[in-house]
């Protein structure tokens, strides 16, 4: 399944203005979140256009997962963040996706929820492509 209109499911353009597609994991893909106020930020999205983990089998669930286990386990090893806070929302965006973000007790939002987008901290080019060097070295 695939919806022309969403980000997860078509790349290039709708994708480029929140993310960048680090890689391929085993039922999805792991995309490096624009907004970096939280070093290490990403998102994991499931491979297929699909509202809610109920419209998944359990074998993908797991599998899905499996890919957000892999790619916590890489940001913990890339940026060694105090807490990975987990966020899996899609009201206005309908494909199952989860946000991980790094939490670190010296910045703002600790012990708080974080910001949906906090709209402060932007990379070059050069310093993306080094985050997710360091993510796909980890994973």
């Not at 290490?40 to 286990?69: M, N, P, Q, W």
């Amino acid at each position: 399944m695939r919806d022309e209109s969403c980000g997860y499911c078509v790349g290039g353009a709708p994708l480029a203005k929140f993310g960048i597609k680090i890689c391929d994991l085993g039922v999805s893909q792991l995309i490096l979140f624009k907004e970096q106020s939280k070093p290490g930020r990403c998102i994991v999205a499931y491979k297929d256009h699909v509202s809610e983990i109920v419209d998944i089998s359990d074998e993908e669930r797991d599998l899905f997962f499996a890919d957000v286990t892999k790619a916590a386990r890489a940001i913990h090893k890339a940026f060694h963040p105090d807490k990975l806070n987990y966020g899996a929302y899609g009201d206005t965006g309908c494909h199952l996706h989860i946000h991980l973000v790094p939490k670190y007790k010296d910045q703002d939002e600790w012990g708080s929820t974080f910001q949906m987008n906090p709209d402060k901290k932007y990379l070059s080019d050069a310093e993306y492509d080094g985050m997710i060097a360091k993510i796909k070295e980890c994973l």
